[in-house]
T-cell receptor, first 114, second 115 residues
Framework: EPEVTQTPSHQVTQMGQEVILRCVPISNHLYFYWYRQILGQKVEFLVSFYNNEISEKSEIFDDQFSVERPDGSNFTLKIRSTKLEDSAMYFC????????????FGPGTRLTVL | DQQVKQNSPSLSVQEGRISILNCDYTNSMFDYFLWYKKYPAEGPTFLISISSIKDKNEDGRFTVFLNKSAKHLSLHIVPSQPGDSAVYFCAASEGISGNTGKLIFGQGTTLQVKP
């Protein structure tokens, strides 16, 4: 069964450093998403992406964040200058269609900012 | 901003019995709802969904009920099995009418099924 994959599973970084989280969505999906879950809190939407541009972004997704689909398979989330409060699980998701369609999630990347 | 609420942080049921997980929402624009199951250190796994044109959707042991007038949905698991023990998230989107597919999640309910 096709699945979303994410690398790395765990990333530790120093405050102020740049990190890139990588995702390989399900191959025939066209819509891509990033969510995050801070420990003990709910899963929060960050950004949706379609046709090489951002469809919607949340208030969390400020200028320090960017997304890219550098090739036909990868979808990346970059945090330019990490802060302590960026420590969270980051989940990538993809769907074949937007809207009333199931989003399938990857296993997540645990980001720890020291 | 608590557009989707799961008011019960935890639920414990005996194996073989019914588990009922509840979810309330406030945004009347939501028209597509999903339930996800999550184990520690894993991503959410899709279980079942329902659109606002239906009031019930069933898939094996899992049934989701939607009461639009009450802005309430519930997930029934019958019979419950120990392997169902996990955190269950309710999520909603302006699926049919919206443009981006953004999901709004509830806080989750931890289900424990005792053998």
């Amino acid at each position: 069964e096709p699945e979303v994959t994410q690398t790395p599973s765990h990333q530790v970084t120093q405050m102020g450093q740049e990190v890139i989280l990588r995702c390989v969505p399900i191959s025939n999906h066209l819509y891509f998403y990033w969510y995050r879950q801070i420990l003990g809190q709910k899963v929060e939407f960050l950004v949706s992406f379609y046709n090489n541009e951002i469809s919607e972004k949340s208030e969390i997704f400020d200028d320090q964040f960017s997304v890219e689909r550098p090739d036909g398979s990868n979808f990346t989330l970059k945090i330019r200058s990490t802060k302590l409060e960026d420590s969270a699980m980051y989940f990538c998701a993809s769907s074949a269609d937007r809207g009333a369609d199931t989003q399938y999630f990857g296993p997540g990347t645990r980001l720890t900012v020291l | 901003d608590q557009q989707v609420k799961q008011n019960s942080p935890s639920l414990s049921v005996q194996e073989g019995r019914i588990s009922i997980l509840n979810c309330d929402y406030t945004n009347s624009m939501f028209d597509y709802f999903l339930w996800y199951k999550k184990y520690p250190a894993e991503g959410p796994t899709f279980l079942i969904s329902i659109s606002s044109i239906k009031d019930k959707n069933e898939d094996g042991r899992f049934t989701v009920f939607l009461n639009k007038s009450a802005k309430h949905l519930s997930l029934h698991i019958v019979p419950s099995q120990p392997g169902d023990s996990a955190v269950y998230f309710c999520a909603a989107s302006e699926g049919i009418s919206g443009n981006t597919g953004k999901l709004i999640f509830g806080q989750g309910t931890t289900l424990q099924v005792k053998p």
